[in-house]
């Protein structure tokens, strides 16, 4: 799932919550931790369609292959 930077926001908050001044944790690494969290969501959400490009690629192959089975079935029982 993408989440981007925005979906990152909400995934950092919840981990931080309101105590982020209470821990000591500053802007600077809020927003590195988001940027990371966008990153890690933008490097699966371009494997996944990687993935689904091959499955659709093989897709495309295999349909080609049966049709020219079928052509060739026709051809031959027409002869």
């Known amino acids: 799932m993408f989440l981007g930077r925005e979906g990152c926001y909400a995934a950092d908050d919840m981990f931080f919550g309101e105590s982020r001044q209470q821990q000591g ?17 933008f490097s699966r959400l371009q494997e996944n369609l990687e993935n689904n490009m091959k499955t659709l690629s093989s897709a495309v192959i295999n349909a080609i292959k049966f049709l020219r089975f079928q052509k060739q079935q026709r051809t031959s029982t027409e002869e």
């Open 25 to 41: 944790v500053d802007d600077e690494t809020v927003s590195k931790t988001r940027d990371a969290c966008a990153e890690a969501s």
